[in-house]
């Protein structure tokens, strides 16, 4: 579950597009589903965990909602200022134990 999160925080920070939501990670995150017989198709992954961890970033102040259109439905999902720079730490922390 942590690397999700990660993975999830990951995809936020490096996306330039605003308009990333839960429906977009779940594509992102999806794979192809072997059907037996039939060949492969691909299949987006569950929404529940992701919809979770986003709750908990957003609990944490380090996504937000972008935009509102009414009846509470959002553009996507952003990085605050607060989770770039925590994620910033967690870059260069890495990148000074491979050196």
């Known amino acids: 579950m942590f690397y999700k999160a990660a993975a999830i925080a990951r995809i936020l920070y ?11 990670l779940k594509s992102f995150f999806g794979k192809k589903m072997r059907r037996g017989v039939e060949p492969p198709k691909f299949m987006k992954a569950a929404g529940k965990i992701i919809r979770e961890i986003v709750k908990q970033l ?3 102040g380090y996504v ?5 259109k009414g009846n509470n439905v ?25 050196n």
Do not use: C, M, P, W
Not at 14 to 24: A, Y
Not at 76 to 83: A, I, P
């Open 74 to 98: 959002t553009f996507g999902l952003v990085l605050t200022k607060q989770g770039r720079t925590e994620l910033d730490k967690i870059a260069s922390k890495v990148v000074k134990k491979q």
């Open 14 to 24: 490096i996306t330039k597009s605003k308009s990333i939501g839960v429906g977009s």
């Open 64 to 68: 937000e909602n972008y935009g509102t």
């Open 58 to 60: 957003k609990s944490n």
